[in-house]
């Protein structure tokens, strides 16, 4: 019974690297989220797609940040030239209609 | 400037009794707001939901309350029990465009037995 699923639970990487991120949404849900969640603090939005498209990108904190979703169904956070700031737990939300974002486990990622 | 606040880091309640947790939000074009549970090293589990045109709205043990003139919402939870112990978020978004949520920073909720 798929949930939404996120690839790497965790990922540790140093300084400056590329890291992509995983999100399988719930199979049919049109709309998928990425979230960013540091220490203390709730979620904070990044990134919106419907379908394939990134209706809403008003969340990402710089052009480092990208985000794709090729096909409409899974979708890749990419970071570029990662900076210790970008430590976060990342996750991953789908829905069909409006009303309640199914949530992924999350990566926690750590930049050394 | 955070939109949606919890003000209260963390509750401790005894088991059996009522768990109360509250929100406040600033953002008027707010119509739509959500709690969610969290445990350690899972993403937030969906508990509850209310529409701004509804003041109350109810799920088992879970009852959640709008007063849209205070901008506060509250989520009541009677009986308590230790598995409740979680953290909290509230969530609120608008509606149109992205309707992305917009979190508060999460109540530690411990339930003892």
């Known amino acids: 019974g798929a949930g939404v699923s996120q690839t790497p639970s965790n990922k540790v990487t140093e300084k400056g690297k590329y890291v992509e991120l995983r999100c399988d949404p719930i199979s049919g849900h049109t709309a998928l989220y990425w979230y960013r969640q540091s220490l203390g603090q709730g979620p904070e939005f990044l990134i919106y797609f419907q379908g394939t498209g990134a209706a809403d990108d008003s969340g990402l904190p710089n052009d480092r940040f990208f985000a794709v979703r090729p096909e409409g169904s899974v979708s890749t956070l990419k970071i570029q030239r990662t900076e210790r700031g970008d430590s976060a737990v990342y996750l991953c939300?789908?829905?069909?209609?409006?009303?309640?974002?199914?949530f992924g486990p999350g990566t926690r990622l750590t930049v050394l | 400037d955070q939109q949606v606040k919890q003000n209260s880091p963390s509750l401790s309640v005894q088991e059996g009794r009522i768990s109360i947790l509250n929100c406040d939000y600033t953002n008027s074009m707010f119509d739509y707001f959500l709690w969610y549970k969290k445990y350690p090293a899972e993403g937030p589990t969906f508990l509850i939901s209310?529409?701004?045109?509804?003041d109350k709205n109810e799920d088992g043990r879970f009852t959640v309350f709008l007063n849209k003139s205070a901008k506060h919402l509250s989520l009541h939870i009677v009986p308590s029990q230790p598995g409740d112990s979680a953290v909290y978020f509230c969530?609120?978004?608008?509606?149109?465009?992205?309707?992305?949520?917009?979190f508060g920073k999460g109540t530690k909720l411990t339930v003892n037995p």
């Open positions: 969530a609120a978004s608008a509606q149109g465009g992205s309707e992305k949520l917009v």
């Open positions: 939300a789908s829905s069909l209609i409006r009303g309640e974002q199914f």
């Open positions: 209310i529409s701004s045109i509804k």
